[in-house]
């Protein structure tokens, strides 16, 4: 599971808006504000901890999974933004994100490998999976899975 990422593409968006309307400048400081609403120190640096609080926020219900509709209502977004974006990362198809699987995800994002994320890692994966995720070669359940791992490899 990989809340963090998943608000990325959500923070900032009406529900009343369509994602495919927000690109460029905008994409870049939604992604921004991602990254400082986790980023709770203030240290410009993402750690594992910080990450695992987030997933921690999302699960409503403290059942240790985060369902579709606690996420939808995390992140403030209509189903239709938000829906694309979970399924990149309910890989078993249950709709259900496990909150203690963090750790298996930070390496996405770390693209230097040194157990920390700095926003210029955040920003280049996010606006890689967030193209990915809501680009025209469709999305929906399961079909924005292989943009996970695309985004970390490029």
């Given at each position: 599971?990989l ?6 593409a ?18 870049r400081k939604?992604?921004?504000l ?8 203030n ?5 594992i901890q910080?990450?695992g609080?987030?997933a921690?926020m ?5 059942d ?5 509709e606690e996420?939808?209502?995390f ?7 938000a829906?694309?974006m979970f399924?990149?990362?309910d890989f078993?198809?249950?709709?259900l994100?496990?909150?203690?699987h ?5 390496h996405?994002l770390?693209a ?9 890692e ?11 995720v809501?680009s025209?070669?469709?999305?929906g ?7 996970v791992?695309?985004?970390a490899?490029?």
């Open positions: 599971m809340s963090i990422i998943l608000f990325a959500c923070v900032g968006l009406s529900s009343q808006q369509s994602f495919s309307t927000v690109h460029g400048e905008d994409l939604m992604v921004d991602a990254f400082s609403r986790v980023d709770t120190n240290d410009g640096i993402l750690s910080e990450i609080s987030v921690a999302e699960d409503a219900n403290h240790g999974f985060v369902n579709l996420y939808v209502k992140t403030h977004q209509s189903q239709a933004v829906t694309p399924y990149a990362y078993d198809n249950d709709g994100l496990p909150t203690n963090m750790s298996e995800f930070l996405l770390d230097d490998g040194n157990g920390e994320v700095h926003m210029d955040f920003e280049h994966y996010q606006m890689k999976l967030i193209n990915c809501y025209d070669h469709g999305f359940y399961g079909a924005a899975k292989p943009c791992m695309q985004a490899s490029s």
